[in-house]
């Protein structure tokens, strides 16, 4: 099964697309003709696509330089697990790599890469921790649900309050708690700065959809962290 | 504006991706509902802190590693010719 097939309910269709070993070609191939852009002008990202596929390997290595650290973080952020982050970094520039003459630059490179790197790293949580996959299908509640429990101030400044190490223990700790699927928006939209549009078209959800998971997430990881950084009458903030 | 329509829209709040008249009716909620104030600082603060935390870095040594290993790996395969240009 997909790591992605609880999306089903929610968009209303299925993710053939980026479930198989060959995900990137049927991704490109559902997109239609590419329409001409021979006005655009073309992005230094797109001139190193365009040598890869013309065979440079130099011009491949370079597009892993610029996107190694991304591409480390989300899946070191989806599967919590170094080893698993250090594979899938490997399996998805390869995957790229070898799916380059079937991507027809309809999109950022850096969004089609993305795509295919949460996908391996979805299917690394699912071998890894099946039971922690939820299902996502709700929509959002706005009383019982994302009404937060308690209101109050995060004063100090966290990054007052605690040194760098707890502080990155704290926040860790805290997004490992969340449901993949809530994990993987936030982490897209929130940490790696991708829009709306781009965040669904790499996990080929609709944008109502990621808005409400990015909702959901934002408003859980404030509760949880509001343990910690919330304002004591005569306290110090700490549990 | 109730608190509960306020939370709804929270999201498109902080992106600035609402129009003039629906952040005008928000910005008006916020002035007296203390509440949704803290509500909405604190998950910007959220927003704020894990975006400059930068939780996982790659390690140079690592990344010099993996990089090494996706170039021979993507070196074999234009040799084995499956990478067809």
Redesign the interface.
């Known amino acids: 099964m997909s790591p992605i097939q609880q999306d089903t309910k929610e968009t209303g269709k299925m993710n053939p697309q980026i479930s198989g070993p060959d995900a990137s070609t049927e991704i490109e191939s559902t997109m239609g003709t590419l329409p001409s852009k021979v006005s655009e002008p073309v992005s230094e990202e797109m001139q190193l696509v365009r040598a890869a596929?013309?065979?440079d390997?130099g011009a491949?290595?370079d597009l892993?330089?610029r996107y190694?650290?991304n591409v480390?973080?989300i899946a070191?952020?989806i599967t919590q697990n170094r080893e698993d982050?250090?594979d899938v970094?490997?399996d998805a520039?390869?995957k790229a790599?070898?799916n380059?003459?079937q991507f027809q630059e309809q999109s950022k490179f850096y969004t089609w890469l993305v795509r295919i790197a949460v996908n391996e790293a979805l299917m690394k949580l699912r071998r890894r921790r099946p039971e922690r996959m939820v299902s996502l299908d709700e929509e959002?509640k706005?009383?019982e649900d994302?009404?937060?429990r308690e209101?109050?101030?995060?004063s100090p400044?966290?990054?007052q309050l605690y040194s760098q190490s707890e502080?990155?223990d704290i926040?860790?700790k805290t997004?490992q708690g969340l449901p993949a699927g809530f994990r993987t928006v936030?982490v897209l939209r929130?940490?790696e700065?991708l829009s709306?549009e781009e965040t669904a078209e790499a996990l080929d959800l609709s944008i109502p959809a990621v808005?409400s998971r990015?909702?959901r997430a934002?408003?859980q990881?404030?509760e949880r962290?509001?343990r910690y950084?919330r304002k004591r009458q005569g306290g110090d903030g700490n549990q | 504006m109730t608190c509960s329509e306020f939370l709804k829209e929270l999201t498109d709040y902080l992106d600035d991706a609402l129009d003039e008249r629906m952040r005008a009716d928000l910005e008006d909620h916020l002035a007296w509902c203390h509440n949704c104030y803290v509500v909405c600082d604190t998950t910007k603060k959220t927003i704020e802190i894990y975006r400059d935390q930068q939780l996982y870095e790659l390690p140079e040594d690592l990344r010099g590693r993996l990089r090494s290993a996706i170039m021979q790996k993507c070196a074999e395969k234009k040799k084995a010719g499956q990478h067809d240009a």
Not at chain 1, 151 to 154: E, I, K, Q, S, T
Request: positive net charge.
């Open positions: 596929k013309k065979g390997v491949f290595e892993v330089r190694d650290r480390f973080r070191q952020h982050a250090e970094v490997q520039f390869l790599y070898s380059l003459p959002v706005t009383e994302s009404m937060p209101v109050a101030d995060w400044n966290p990054e502080l990155g926040l860790r997004i936030f929130d940490v700065g709306t808005k990015l909702l934002r408003l990881l404030r962290l509001n950084f």
